[in-house]
Structure formats: structure tokens, C-alpha cells
């Protein structure tokens, strides 16, 4: 199925840290499929590495976690926060942190 796939997304705990990585040749992929990891922890995963590293279209998984964390903490603190640039920077920046 991978050749006519258009889109690929990891939405298991593959290539999480501490994790393995989710064994799949990419290389069957068409030039214009685009790969998400729903991963965060590392956001560049092996899939996503493979990915970029053919040129392909790529999403990381910091975007659906900031995304799914806006109502609980608008439930939790009253007030909904806006997902920018500088939050997902934030974020990623702490998530990256050695």
C-alpha cells in the first residue's frame, strides 16, 4: 500500500525515546507523500529523519500535544490559550533541552 500512500502517520509509541523505532522502508513511498510521527520525545524520530532525508513532507508531534493540552487548560485554569509560534518554540526548546 505504501506506493500509492499519500500520507503515513505513526500513532504508536515507535521511536519514542526509550522506545524502538517503527520498522517501515519509506522508500516505497511516492516523492510527494507527506509523514507525520504523533512522537514528541525526540520530535526529529528515526521515521521523520528518513522522511526529510528523502525530501519528503514531514510533521512532528509537538503540534497535536500543544493542541490537545488547550482545553484542559482552559477547563483547568478558565482562560484558553492561544497556540503561536512562540509557545510551540517554547516548548520545543524544553523538550530539546540535553
Known sequence: MLPRAGLL???TSLGMAGQPGL???IGLLPASATVADLVY???MTPLLAAARGRGLKTADGLGM???QAV???ELW???RPDVT???YGHVE???TKA
Open 65 to 67: 500535544l500543544l493542541y
Open 41 to 43: 520525545v525526540p520530535l
Open 9 to 11: 502517520v505513526n500513532t
Open 85 to 87: 509560534r512562540e509557545l
Open 23 to 25: 520498522e517501515i522502508d
Open 93 to 95: 526548546a524544553d523538550l
Open 77 to 79: 485554569f478558565g482562560q
Open 71 to 73: 482545553r484542559g487548560f
